[in-house]
C-alpha cells in the first residue's frame, strides 16, 4: 500500500480526498511517479520544447508519464492529451529570469482557482537562503492550510538557493530542504539530486514524505540522467519531476518511456536505454 488510510466503523479503509487524487499522479502500485514539468515558459520564455504544448503533452503521455506541472494559462492549451489523460499540478508560484531577484518567489495562483481548473494537485516553490525565504515560507504555510481544507495533494519544490549558497548540491543543504517541506505540511518534495546514492539515502530518511528529484540542466548523455534517476530509485526516492530533459530530448517519447521504465517498472539503466536506440 502507498497510504495509510483511516478505517471506518464497517472495517473498511477510508480514503481521503487526498488519497484519491495522490493516485493520479502517483502510479498505486509501486507509489512512485514520473512528473514532467512544463512550467519553464514563465522563467525562461517559449523555449524549444514548449511552443506546441499540446505535440509536447503527446509525447509526455505516450511515454507514460504519471503527470505535468503547468501554470494556469497553459491548461486550455495542453493538458488533455490524444492518447491518455494524465495527472495535472498546476503551479501556484512565479518569477522570471529578468527580476532582479529570480530566486523570489510569489503566489499567483490558489488552490480554489486550481480545484475550477480540474486540477489533481497543486505545486509550490519555495528558495531557501533566499532573501526572500521568509516571505516564501508564510506562503507555503497557507497553501497547505488551504490544501489540507480542500484535500489537494501539495508537491513542494524546494531548493538551497541564494547569496550565502556555496554548493546548492550540499547534502546537508539538501536534506533541510526536503525536511522544510515535510515540516511545512507538503505531500511530495522536490529537490535536487546529491550525486551518489549513500547521501539521497540520507536525504530520504531524513524527509519521511516521499521525495522525487529534479532533473536539472541539460545533462551531457542520456546514460548519465537515466543513471540518475535509478541511483535516486535504489536510495529510496519515490520518483522523479524532470523537465528540459525531457522536453527538449530529441525522443520526448522515448525518454519518458525510459525514465518511466526505471521508476515504475524496476527496469535497469540499460533496458531503459533500448527505448532511445
Known amino acids: ?50 511552443v506546441d504544448m499540446k505535440e509536447t503533452i503527446d509525447h509526455i503521455s505516450e511515454g507514460g508519464a504519471t503527470g505535468v506541472v503547468m501554470h494556469k494559462g497553459v491548461v486550455p492549451y495542453g493538458h488533455r492529451s490524444f492518447g491518455r489523460d494524465i495527472g495535472l499540478i498546476v503551479h501556484l508560484s512565479a518569477s522570471t529570469s529578468l527580476s532582479t531577484d529570480p530566486n523570489a518567489k510569489v503566489l499567483v495562483t490558489t488552490v480554489q482557482e486550481a480545484l475550477k481548473m480540474g486540477a489533481d494537485a497543486v505545486s509550490i516553490h519555495v528558495n531557501i537562503g533566499a532573501d526572500t525565504e521568509p516571505y516564501m515560507l508564510k506562503d507555503f504555510g497557507a497553501v497547505a492550510r488551504e490544501c489540507k481544507e480542500w484535500g489537494v495533494p501539495l508537491l513542494a519544490m524546494i531548493y538551497p538557493r541564494g547569496k550565502s549558497i556555496q554548493n546548492a548540491y550540499d547534502v546537508d543543504l539538501i536534506k533541510q530542504c526536503a525536511r522544510v517541506g515535510m515540516e511545512m505540511g507538503a505531500d511530495i518534495v522536490k529537490t535536487s539530486y546529491t550525486g551518489d546514492i549513500d547521501s539521497f539515502r540520507e536525504v530520504v530518511k531524513g524527509a519521511i514524505i ?29 520518483g522523479v519531476s524532470i523537465g528540459r530533459n525531457i522536453f527538449q530530448h530529441r525522443d520526448v517519447t522515448g525518454m519518458t518511456r525510459a525514465i518511466a521504465d526505471i521508476v515504475l517498472r524496476n527496469a535497469t539503466v540499460d533496458e531503459a536505454l533500448e527505448h532511445l536506440q
Not at 536539472?216 to 540522467?225: A, F, H, I, R, V
Open 1 to 50: 500500500m502507498i497510504y495509510v488510510l483511516d478505517i471506518d466503523a464497517h472495517g473498511e479503509p477510508e480514503m481521503s480526498g487526498k488519497d484519491i487524487r495522490l493516485e493520479r499522479i502517483m502510479d498505486r502500485n509501486v507509489g512512485r511517479a514520473v512528473i514532467v514539468p512544463v512550467d519553464h515558459g514563465m522563467t525562461m520564455g517559449p523555449i524549444a520544447g514548449l
Open 210 to 238: 516521499p521525495v522525487i528529484i529534479a532533473g536539472g540542466p541539460m545533462m551531457n548523455s542520456d546514460k548519465e540522467l537515466l543513471q540518475m534517476v535509478a541511483d535516486s530509485i535504489e536510495a529510496g526516492g519515490r
